[in-house]
């Protein structure tokens, strides 16, 4: 650290905190530490009474803690990734629009092994919304070797796709199927279609067509074939998941599917809904459990499948890692550890 007049320090790193006092009104830092100085900032600290002030000088290969933030954030945004800063030495990454966030784990690990690099995210396939903060970058001291940030921008050049990318909800067509014979024949009201119509709502969809069946595995069958044939993206077959002599809705799905990718998941609550695929479509079978309880496995999995996603066994056998929600007395779902 050194010491030279204000008049040239233009271009300079500022060494130390800088206060202002304006009697009644404001005391703080004018100037931060690492700042650099700017032609326009001499008058204002003149004014402050600073005639000289202490300088960082950057060493030739150097750069400052600013420019190392913003190359490391540029080299992790990819899809649907905006910048945000330089302040203070961070830039953040947030989102343009809502969707799933994806998260090259390697590739993240890769870059914090450099030393004096910092990047700390949320986690992958989070939902998230518009302008949400995905992750933040900075360097620990104020200035860094680039040779560091070359190694970290080869890193994310290497990647494909991108180490940060949100990827969109599509506003899919969903058919809704609701089984059990007592909900048929008018024995008890339904509840699942009412939350469902909720459900798809909130995540942008439009509800194609509903449809009431009996624990009838022709007429089970026939529902899900005609909801194909109006153009279903998805078909949502709610009830009969269990594993009850009447329960014949995993059997139609799988009757009807030319790949059943699970019929169970380790997630809890939710574990017995079954996922399969004819072609394009997904047919997603709803366990009760989604009546009463506002985010089930259908949460988690259902977003993916609406950003483009085909999920495989392996996709959802990982959720056994945190499948587990704790039922906190206040839900702040999607930002907690359930289903990450």
Do not use: W
């Not at 302008?131 to 360097?139: D, E, P, S, Y």
């Not at 809704?176 to 909900?183: A, K, N, R, S």
């Not at 959802?316 to 039922?327: D, V």
């Amino acid at each position: 650290m050194s010491t030279v007049r204000v008049e040239e320090a233009v271009g300079m790193v500022l060494g130390h905190d800088l206060t202002k006092i304006v009697p009644g009104e404001f005391k703080g830092a004018a100037f931060k530490k690492g700042h650099v100085i700017k032609q326009e900032d001499i008058k204002e600290l003149k004014r402050m009474g600073k005639n000289h002030i202490n300088i960082i000088e950057l060493q030739e290969g150097q750069i400052h803690e600013d420019e190392a933030a913003l190359r490391t954030a540029r080299a992790l945004a990819g899809n649907g990734v905006f910048l945000k800063g330089p302040s203070e030495g961070k830039v953040e990454l947030k989102a343009m629009f809502r969707g799933i966030v994806k998260m090259n784990e390697a590739a993240l690990n890769h870059i914090n092994e450099i030393e004096e690099v910092a990047v700390a995210t949320i986690h992958s396939n989070t939902l998230v919304e518009e302008g949400q903060c995905l992750a933040a970058t900075r360097i620990i001291p104020l200035s860094i070797l680039e040779e560091k940030i070359l190694q970290l921008e080869e890193i994310g050049e290497a990647c494909d796709p991108c180490i940060i990318s949100v990827y969109q909800l599509k506003p899919m067509k969903i058919g809704l199927i609701v089984t059990g014979t007592e909900v048929y024949e008018g024995r008890i009201q339904d509840s699942f279609a009412p939350v469902m119509k909720e459900k798809i709502k909130h995540y942008g969809c439009s509800m194609l067509d509903l449809q009431y069946c009996p624990d009838d595995l022709t007429m089970i069958e026939h529902a899900i074939g005609q909801m194909i044939e109006e153009g279903a993206d998805i078909v949502l077959a709610c009830g009969g998941m269990s594993v009850d002599a009447d329960d014949v809705t995993p059997l139609a799905i799988r009757n009807v599917s030319e790949e059943v990718v699970s019929y169970g998941v380790p997630i809890i609550p939710g574990n017995m809904l079954m996922l399969a695929y004819k072609g394009s479509t997904a047919f997603m079978g709803i366990p009760g459990a989604a009546i009463f309880l506002k985010n089930t496995s259908l949460d988690i999995l259902l977003p993916r499948i609406l950003c483009g996603e085909r999920l495989t066994r392996k996709d959802l056998t990982a959720y056994g890692h945190g499948g587990l929600c704790l039922g906190c007395k206040t839900c702040i779902y999607p930002m907690c550890p359930y289903g990450k």
